[in-house]
């Protein structure tokens, strides 16, 4: 598990020529979404826990950092594993100089209320696009018997004891679904989360928790129920492939007139956009574990609007907004489930595209040739957007902001080099 600590990133851009038809195969890495919550619910096991297909970003390592500072023996191995040893964890605070870079942060909340009925962690940094409150993991703690206060962007919580309950989200919330999880699994008695979030990922960090001693059924349904446990035990696990790394390889495909071979996926995870390549006139052929994209460029518009799972995911908005720029006519885009998530829009204006943005909606005008430009990422997903349409554009693109893309892709460079493309990291001056 080769990932370079301290600045990467900050002083590097990515630099594509452009007009590549991308070919050949791409191999998909574990899934970050997932791996982002597994590893904190590794904290609430007294003994050793191996992580398996892990993917390597800067989001893991972060995370690591975080729980040796609490106490955690972690090893990663050659095999993209990690050994996590909790056994002596004996703190429950995640501070914000540990924390600043990861959204998912929050999941040590869950992970520290529900082995020490206590927490304080942080505010969460990660991406920045509008509001992204963490109301509803609150509300849930509170619900579990859990009190809390923020102080100086800290949140404290503390419990006497958790005791299951009946807990309604207001909107299907992924995070706070698996942080009420987490917490809940070393509860006393029952909970029923209802209204549950039923993303991959959530599947995922369930499956965990149940090798880890939990008792967790109906995760990937709207109603979960969790029966207490008063003790986790280290497991061997594997993390899913990594349903939103796929999907931008595909989209990528689609992008350039390629023909693609995504392996180490779960089709079904890709249904939502499968189903959306093909309206614009790819072809898709599935395999056990794999998915195929032929396109030969000439992309029909479509309307698109994100939902919760298994609905088009937010995640790949962006990618999927470079992707329009390029169809013959004009296509809708709706962002059901972020309120700011199209601040990127002007970096693709740079490269050529004709992008409308009225509130949640995007009017995306096809245009015949996007031109190469200088951008930057504003966010991990629209970094990815940015590489998209760098590899369809005329001429030079050059992305600034690398540390973004780096918090969820492994090694996006040498993939698309092994596929085709003319795409470099370039240390930069600053």
């Known amino acids: 598990m080769n990932v370079k600590k301290g600045v990467r990133g900050h002083m590097e851009q990515l630099v594509i020529t452009g007009q590549k038809t991308l070919s050949g195969e791409v191999f998909i890495s574990g899934a970050k979404n997932a791996v ?30 975080t729980l040796k500072n609490i106490g955690a023996k972690c090893e990663f191995t050659k095999d993209n594993a990690l050994i996590i040893d909790s056994s002596e964890v004996n703190k429950y605070c995640a501070t914000y100089e540990s924390v600043k870079k990861i959204r998912a942060s929050y999941y040590l909340m869950g992970a520290f209320l529900g082995r020490f009925k206590r927490a304080e962690v942080a505010m969460p940094g990660g991406c920045n696009f509008g509001t992204r409150p963490i109301d509803q993991h609150l509300r849930g703690f509170k619900a579990l018997g859990a009190d809390y206060t923020i102080q100086h962007g800290v949140v404290k919580l503390f419990a006497e004891k958790l005791v299951g309950c009946h807990i309604y989200l207001d909107m299907p919330s992924v995070g706070a679904t698996i942080n009420i999880m987490l917490a809940a699994s070393m509860a006393e ?31 990937g349904t709207d109603v979960i129920k969790i029966t207490g446990v008063d003790e986790l035990h280290g497991a061997e696990y594997m993390i899913i492939p990594d349903q939103i790394e796929a999907g931008t390889y595909m989209i990528a495909a689609a992008m ?43 992309l029909n518009p479509t309307t698109v609007k994100t939902m919760a799972y298994p609905g088009f995911p937010t995640d790949l908005q962006p990618q999927m907004t470079a992707l329009l720029c390029a169809a013959n006519g004009t296509s809708i885009l709706t962002e059901n489930v972020w309120d700011n998530r199209f601040q990127y829009i002007n970096e693709l204006k740079r490269l050529g595209g004709h992008i409308t943005v009225e509130g949640r909606v995007a009017v995306v005008e096809g245009v015949k040739q996007l031109m190469g430009a200088e951008v930057n990422a504003t ?25 973004y893309i780096d918090r969820g892709y492994e090694k996006i460079e040498h993939k698309f080099q092994a596929i085709g493309a003319d795409i470099r990291r370039v240390k930069t001056i600053s």
């Open 36 to 65: 982002v919550a597994v590893i904190p619910a590794a904290i609430m096991a007294k003994g050793k826990s191996v992580i398996e297909n892990l993917p390597s970003i800067e989001d893991v390592t972060s995370l690591v950092d």
């Open 189 to 219: 008695g029952t909970t029923i989360i209802e209204n549950a979030a039923k993303e991959p990922h959530i599947v995922d960090t369930a499956n965990f928790l149940n090798m880890l001693g939990a008792k967790v059924k109906g995760a």
């Open 379 to 403: 966010d991990l997903r629209a970094g990815a957007a940015l590489v998209i349409a760098g590899l369809a554009a005329k001429g030079v693109t050059t992305i600034g902001n690398v540390k």
């Open 256 to 298: 350039t007139g390629g023909d693609v071979v995504v392996k180490n996926v779960i089709p079904k995870h890709m249904d939502p956009l499968s189903a959306k390549l093909q309206e614009m006139g790819c072809m898709i052929y599935e395999g056990d574990d794999s998915i195929r994209v032929v396109s030969t460029g000439n």
